[in-house]
């Protein structure tokens, strides 16, 4: 887990950077019509870091790693991520999940592989695990940053950069 989160602290900096390379003009505007612009992607982004914050500090005083969804779409939209400052989103984005690699660096080994029966991970999960296959809150952060890392590569593919 150490190691991953290094890689993952890695890639939040070179993304940071490159992420830079899109002017606030560029970020706002989509290149593929009715799929999210960069800011939009950012926004959802920002959206999960809050959600699972919550999450992985809610599973370290229970059993159960059942948590409420969220609407990603709507989110997105009342939000109007697109009239955002392009700058401070990479720099929201990027800060919170710093904090999220201190939190995760701050739950016990044993917390972190304990089994858990109940989940809604096959509700919740960037790629879902059986309702009747238990779970640990190890692999619920790696999930996370897999979705993290696959909306990126929607950004470098979307944009040529
Ligand atoms: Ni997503």
């Known amino acids: 887990m150490k190691t991953f989160l290094e890689e993952f602290r890695q890639t939040l900096e070179n993304a ?56 990603q779409e709507e989110w ?11 700058r401070e989103l990479i720099q929201l984005w990027k800060s919170y999940n710093l904090h999220i690699i201190h939190v995760a660096e701050n739950i016990p080994v044993d917390i972190l592989r304990k089994k858990r029966v109940k989940h809604n991970l096959h509700q919740i999960a960037w790629k879902t695990i059986p309702e009747e296959e238990a779970v640990t809150l190890e692999y619920f952060i790696r999930d996370y940053v897999g979705h993290l890392k696959n909306h990126l590569e929607q950004i470098w593919s979307q944009y040529k950069i």
Not at 59 to 71: H, I, R, S, T
């Open 76 to 86: 997105v939209k009342v939000q109007n991520y697109e009239t955002e400052n392009w």
């Open 16 to 71: 940071a950077g490159r992420l830079q390379q899109l002017s606030d003009e560029q970020s706002r505007i989509s290149k593929t019509p009715g799929k999210w612009s960069a800011k939009q992607i950012m926004g959802h982004l920002v959206d999960s870091a809050g959600n699972n914050h919550q999450r992985f500090v809610r599973a370290q005083f229970k059993d159960d790693l059942v948590f409420p969804g969220y609407e």
